[in-house]
């Protein structure tokens, strides 16, 4: 089994910074695309970032472009989401995910992740 914890969040004002992290178990870690979505009050889960396997490659949502940096450490067995500029629109629970592939490059379709933290709560105020 594969456990995900993520950590970080909070309530910030607009235009503060937070830094989330997932500290996983398990050794597929290293070999697998980890992904960020979000989920906001009646609205369905969303991509938010992804990176591949190491860290390489990346992929944003056209709404946290520019804003967020998604990163890992896989001798810590930990992905990272730093999140600056926030909007009181980045309001949700934050979720990491493990691909359930390995070595390519994270999908953005949440059904592509086999694993998911329970999440952590990011309240953004105006």
């Known amino acids: 089994q594969v456990q995900l914890v993520e950590s970080g969040g909070g309530l910030v004002q607009a235009g503060g910074s937070l830094r989330l992290a997932c500290a996983a178990s398990g050794r597929t870690f290293s070999s697998r695309a980890m992904g960020w979505f979000r989920q906001a009050p009646g609205k369905e889960r969303e991509f938010v970032a992804t990176t591949n396997w190491n860290g390489g490659r990346t992929d944003y949502a056209d709404s946290v472009k520019g804003r967020f940096t998604i990163s890992r450490d896989n001798a810590k067995k930990t992905v990272f989401l730093q999140m600056n500029s926030l909007k009181p629109e980045d309001t949700a629970v934050y979720y990491c995910?493990?691909?359930?592939?390995?070595?390519?490059?994270?999908?953005?379709?949440?059904?592509?992740?086999?694993?998911w933290g329970q999440g952590t709560q990011v309240t953004v105020s105006s």
């Open positions: 995910a493990l691909d359930r592939q390995s070595f390519r490059s994270g999908p953005r379709n949440g059904a592509e992740y086999d694993y």
